[in-house]
């Protein structure tokens, strides 16, 4: 647990399997000390292991490229495309040139005997525990284009409720930011302005203009240390959330707890967790096993810390329905199909019908509170900015009843 709050870094390793093979890859770990022992674990000679340089890859692999890929080599493999033929034809013809030297990587090992799931396991960075024992699966089971299939439509699936819940964020975010800056220009720029007009005046200003004012001569005066407190909170706070495992798990709980966003967040957190189990549980993959991907997959540290509860429940004989009863974070409906899966022998059928539903439910959600939102941060960004504006016009409107 203690490695989760340490800073994780990409590190090269090169080394000998149990053959006497060269091999290498990449691992993101807390240290060196950490890769070599996990490589032991799996049976390889350590030669060489060091930090990853920050320009060493000439370009970014993102989660969005490994979808694609395993969308591309199950559909190849479906029309009867020779597993080598395959990746030779995705990686030559990827943009990201990064993409293109992990897959022929990747493809160097199956040629020299490798299974497809062991090349896989070496680049934990790119194709995690979930991914890995998915394609393990099918290989022993020999239905590796099935499954394929399968790993690629619920990757497409937790990667579309993934932008659904940034979409559902970016939207305010961006117009509190934009907002900011304006009050900015506005109190460092513009009231100044008005300032050296009003000194002429030789009359008494009204209240509003005098706060602003007030106020605009103390960002004129600490503007840097203004921005300087903004960009540093904000660095420190997403600093500790990362590294700090208390951080995320009490962040977590409030962000759960957020009017109509926290719904949100509920919603897309249970449909990953019935997606991933439903995707795992279909596959063979032992249910105690199973779940430990499902807590991965969470992306929720109250949902995961419920999981590893399910899970060690169920290894003492608990059925799911009652482990996921006593979690207490998960809605009536969820319980009900649950027991009827475990029932009639169809969990991974309910179980993908509770996600399609809550699923369902995150669209309907993101599209009712993008309407709801953007009313009222037009009202409230008319108040900011007229309350301003109004308040630096009194005097003139006052002077031009005097005058008349």
Known sequence: MAATATKKITYLWEGKDKKGKSIKGEMRAAGESFVSATLRRQGITVTKVKKQSAFASKGKITDKDITLFTRQLATMMKAGVPLLQAFDIVGKGHNNPAVAKLLGDIKADVETGSSLSASFRKYPLYFDSLFCNLVGAGEQAGTLDTLLDRLATYKEKIMAIKGKIKSALFYPISIIVVAVVIVAVIMIFVIPAFKTLFEG?????????????????????????????????????????????????????????????????????????????????????????????????????????????????????????????????????????????????????????VADFYEGEVDDAVEAMSSLMEPVIMVVLGVLIGGLVIAMYLPIFKMGQAVG
């Open 201 to 353: 005046f030789g009359a008494d200003l009204p209240a509003p203009t005098l706060i602003v004012m007030a106020i605009s001569d103390f960002f004129v005066s600490y503007w840097w240390a203004i921005f300087g407190a903004i960009g540093g909170g904000l660095w420190f706070f997403f600093y500790t959330w990362k590294r700090s495992e208390k951080m995320q798990s009490t962040m977590d709980r409030l962000m759960l707890k957020l009017p109509i966003i926290g719904e949100i967040i509920r919603k897309a957190t249970i449909a990953r967790f019935a997606r991933t189990l439903a995707t795992m549980f279909s596959a063979g993959v032992p249910l105690v096993e199973a779940l430990d991907s499902v807590a991965g997959a969470s992306g929720n540290r109250v949902y995961y810390d419920a999981t590893k509860r399910i899970q060690s429940e169920i290894s003492t004989g608990t059925s799911l329905t009652v482990a996921m009863q006593n979690a207490q974070v998960f809605p009536n409906m969820v319980l009900q199909m649950t027991a009827i899966g475990e029932e009639s022998g169809a969990l991974d059928s309910m179980l993908s019908k």
